[in-house]
């Protein structure tokens, strides 16, 4: 890893074993993309990509004269000179304009990567990666610009984002800023997204790239189930296993854009940050605004090799403290089983059962609180209901102690229902317009989180609670999209920082509850998958995946979440059946089976399981604390698509492929077919696996692939749906 400075050429090459990225000053003196891809050699001058020619209808610069950035590729584009694509950003200046020109002024090199203020974003100590933060300037506006680029030593990955000062005395407006763009030379490409709503997040979506635009955003004030903050373009013949594709992720979990632009000379612009649909930031002299970061990923081996870069990169660089590369425990959550009806009887009934299966963590989901007997009141009181817990958190925390389990909570600390003590206090604290009704999503309104002394006065009610008990975990969830936003301590002019706003206060409270807290692990949740995102993991290592705990659909859920996301991060438990979303009823072995790739837990009342069911559910759980480690943090692998037949596979496989676990998963019942083989992947060719007592080469496995017939052939004979197999594999 190294980034080079040609101090002649005035170009940039930071590369690693695996990756080149290349730019250089234009002869604008603005930054001009070169190149972006696998490794290539270092050369002083790549100048020869610069276009100079005079096509009719271009216009140039009039210093230059033949040169104009219509022709040529940017790092970071603007509004207003010779580039007619989107731009990266917009400032409009006191006299209205919105022309801009950042001219390069230094650069610093340095080890390592400096943090971002108040946001999350990967982190990198010196031996890991480099960083490059170029600063340019803008003599009219007086503002200056420094675009910042960290390549990963171990990783084919940059991670960007842009910082703008204002200089100048006149207050300027960013009206756009987005975190980061590449400009590549041709547009072969298809665009894959991650889209869905309640209860189906992040299903793949592969559209072909054409001249236009394609673009996915989030306008809810969370970053959403509906799109994702993650998208692939890719080569139309790359799949899992080959081909060429580029990931880009923002570490953000509010309103955001990801666009792909094609021109109409060939070439495609990528862009992602922040949707500049309702953002405005003002800049008084001395301000500055930091974007988040994106951070850039490229393969040319595939697709499971551009998601195992972005889990190991999350393991290893986002996700922070404890629970950093820390199998996860295997824990009871109480909500499709007791929805708000329970008391601490009936809690420590189901926990004790939890308790006997081996369980290691009870979670008390929503309900404990306040008047919140219904989802119609009570948020916002974050007081122990003492007809429910007598002797308060601190007392049923202890109690599952004692039982020999770590103990965990639900909070919903972003929200206030009108019938709650806090809403009857302070109204003005949740999102309103004035003059405007107040939309209600569940029966609740949003606190307005951009306001410092909201979130102060949440923290000292959280912190209280946290601090009497003894808490290990907490389950963070966000209920309802953002409307009616607007800040009524603000000026006109600053209500379109209120969804930005918004999101750094979030951040700031979780900040200071892991500051406070350091042991807790923390779940974030969003009615299900709506903040599924690289910003909530800096603070959450593990996210509630989707309220849709059928196992089949599941199955799509886990699959669609694993192109971003990594297994450790993918929250799945074992529901009761007939399931809750579904009305379906499948085995407790294949809701296993699919729940032990993620973090894997227990939604339901053990107490209500047939005891050949409670035999199995033991064996379960030990099965998952021996190979938990391998599972969520292994290298993952996706082998057959449930998009494409009725089957789903995958398989994970430790570090030094001694070790490899795989998942087969029928979802439609077959009548009179042969069942064939699946092929394995990431296995060493001439190791010999043990299966069951059988020997497999891992040639053998990968290319022949596991037969079918002898793991679930015994299915079809019993007519059974939905059947599955999870089969550990050993090197001898
Ligand atoms: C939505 C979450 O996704 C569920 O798991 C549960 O915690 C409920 N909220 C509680 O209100």
């Known amino acids: 890893m190294d980034i080079i400075w040609h101090s002649k050429s005035k170009q940039f090459h930071l590369y690693n074993d695996k990756i080149s990225y290349i730019m250089g000053v234009t002869p604008l003196g603005d930054l001009g993309s070169i190149y972006f891809g696998s490794l290539i050699h270092d050369k002083e001058d790549m100048s020869y990509v610069v276009n100079r020619f005079m096509l009719s209808n271009v216009v140039v610069d009039p210093d230059t004269e033949s040169y104009s950035m219509e022709l040529n590729r940017q790092e970071y584009p603007c509004f207003g000179t010779t580039d007619f694509g989107t731009q990266a950003y917009e400032v409009e200046i006191s006299n209205g304009s919105r022309v801009s020109s950042f001219v390069y002024r230094d650069h610093k090199i340095f080890k390592g990567k400096s943090a971002l203020k108040g946001l999350p974003a990967t982190y990198a100590d010196e031996d890991e990666a480099m960083t490059l933060e170029v600063c340019l300037d803008d003599e009219v ?47 072969d490409y298809e665009w894959m997204q991650f889209s869905g709503a309640w209860a189906r997040e992040r299903i793949p979506e592969i559209k072909k790239l054409t001249s236009g635009s394609v673009s996915i955003e989030s306008k809810r004030g969370i970053s959403s189930a509906n799109q994702n903050p993650f998208v692939i373009v890719k080569r139309p013949g790359t799949d899992d296993f080959i081909g060429e594709a580029i990931g880009m992720s923002f570490v953000y979990s509010g309103n955001f854009v990801a666009q792909a632009e094609c021109d109409t000379f060939g ?14 930031w003002p800049l008084k002299q001395g301000e500055s605004f930091e974007t988040p970061e994106v951070v850039i990923a490229h393969t040319d081996e595939g697709l499971n090799n551009l998601s195992q870069t972005y889990h190991d990169l999350y393991n290893n ?22 929805f708000m009806d329970f008391d601490e009887k009936s809690i420590l009934k189901i926990a004790e059962k939890a308790r006997d299966a081996g369980v290691e963590l009870f979670v008390l989901d929503d309900g404990w609180f306040g008047a919140r007997n219904d989802d119609t009141a009570g948020l916002g009181d974050w007081v122990e209901n003492p007809d429910k817990l007598p002797q308060g958190m601190a007392g049923l925390s202890r109690k599952v102690n004692a039982l020999g389990m770590k103990f965990g909570f639900w909070i919903e600390p972003e929200m206030v229902n ?32 951009s306001r410092e002394e909201v979130v102060d006065y949440i923290y000292g009610m959280l912190k209280k609670v946290i601090e009497n ?32 706003r918004y999101i750094m206060g979030v951040y700031s409270l979780y900040e200071k509850l892991r500051k406070d807290f350091p042991e ?7 009615s299900g998958g709506n903040r599924y995102d690289a910003g909530m993991l800096y603070y959450a290592p ?30 799945a438990h074992v529901s009761a059946v007939p399931n809750q979303q579904t009305g379906r009823s499948v085995s407790i072995s294949t809701r296993a089976d699919v729940a032990y790739f993620g973090t894997f837990g227990y939604e339901l009342d053990l107490n209500k399981i047939s005891n050949e069911e409670f035999e199995e559910v033991k064996k379960q759980i030990s099965f998952m604390k021996e190979h938990r ?56 060719e001439d190791y010999k696996y043990v299966i069951r007592d059988e020997e497999y080469y891992g040639d053998e496995l990968m290319n022949m692939g596991l037969t079918l017939g002898k793991y679930y052939i015994n299915s079809f004979i019993a007519r059974q749906e939905y059947v599955s197999f999870v089969e550990v594999l050993e090197a001898k």
């Open 520 to 526: 807790i692990l923390f779940e974030s949740c969003s």
């Open 469 to 500: 008990a003894e808490i290990s975990y907490i389950k963070w969830d966000m209920n309802r999209s953002l409307t009616e936003v607007y800040n009524a301590n603000l000026p006109a002019i600053e209500q379109g920082t209120i969804y930005h």
């Open 317 to 338: 660089n986002l996700i922070r403290g404890k629970w950093k590369n820390t199998p996860r425990p295997i824990l009871i959550n109480n909500w499709e089983a007791t």
């Open 542 to 571: 593990q996210a509630w995946c989707s309220d849709n705990t059928d196992a089949i659909d599941r199955i799509r859920i886990q699959y669609g979440t694993s192109f971003g996301y990594p297994i450790s991060s993918i929250g």
């Open 418 to 449: 009108p019938d709650s003590n806090l809403y009857r206090r302070h109204p003005e604290w949740a999102l309103a317009t004035p003059g405007r009704k107040s939309s209600l999503g569940r029966h609740q309104l949003v606190l307005d989180f």
């Open 267 to 280: 070439r495609l612009r990528l862009l992602m940050g922040i949707n500049p649909d309702r953002f405005c």
């Open 629 to 684: 480690e391998l599972i969520q943090f292994g290298t993952f692998y996706r082998l057959r698509s449930p998009f494409e037949k009725d089957e789903a596979s995958w398989i994970v496989v430790s570090k030094d492929k001694k070790k490899a676990i795989v998942g087969f998963y029928s979802m439609k019942s077959k009548v009179n077919q042969i069942p064939g083989f699946v092929k394995l992947a990431g296995l060493k």
């Open 141 to 187: 506006a007086r503002m200056s610009l420094t675009l910042s680029y960290t390549i990963f030593d171990k990783y084919p990955v940059i991670a960007r984002h842009a910082v703008f000062t204002n200089n100048g005395p006149s207050e300027a407006k960013l009206t756009k800023a987005l975190s980061a763009c590449i400009d590549l030379p041709d547009q």
